[in-house]
């Protein structure tokens, strides 16, 4: 989106294996993150399966519930030549 900056650092993705760490730090199943984040049943299958990762937003939104650094979660982005 145009004119919308991302709460993440350009140079920061989302690590592939970030949901699995989510769930193991939290200790929470994932119909409770539903619930508890208000979001479908859908886009926690996805995010679990890799499939897609949650908006720069809602990313932070999670780490704020959780209290969690985003840090733990994020890798710096692979250049490509």
């Known amino acids: 989106m ?10 920061y993705e ?5 949901f699995d760490k989510l769930l193991e730090t939290t200790g929470i ?8 984040l ?3 049943k859908q886009s926690i299958s996805q ?3 890799g499939r897609h990762f ?9 780490m704020k519930e959780f209290g969690l650094q985003p840090e733990l979660f994020l ?3 692979v250049k490509s030549s």
């Open 47 to 49: 995010w679990s399966n």
């Open 2 to 11: 145009r004119g919308v900056k991302s709460p993440l650092k350009k140079d």
């Open 54 to 62: 949650p908006s720069g937003k809602m990313f932070l939104v999670i």
């Open 38 to 40: 208000r979001v479908s």
């Open 29 to 36: 199943t994932q119909p409770e993150l539903e619930k508890r």
């Open 14 to 18: 989302i690590r592939d294996n970030w």
């Open 75 to 77: 890798q710096k982005k």
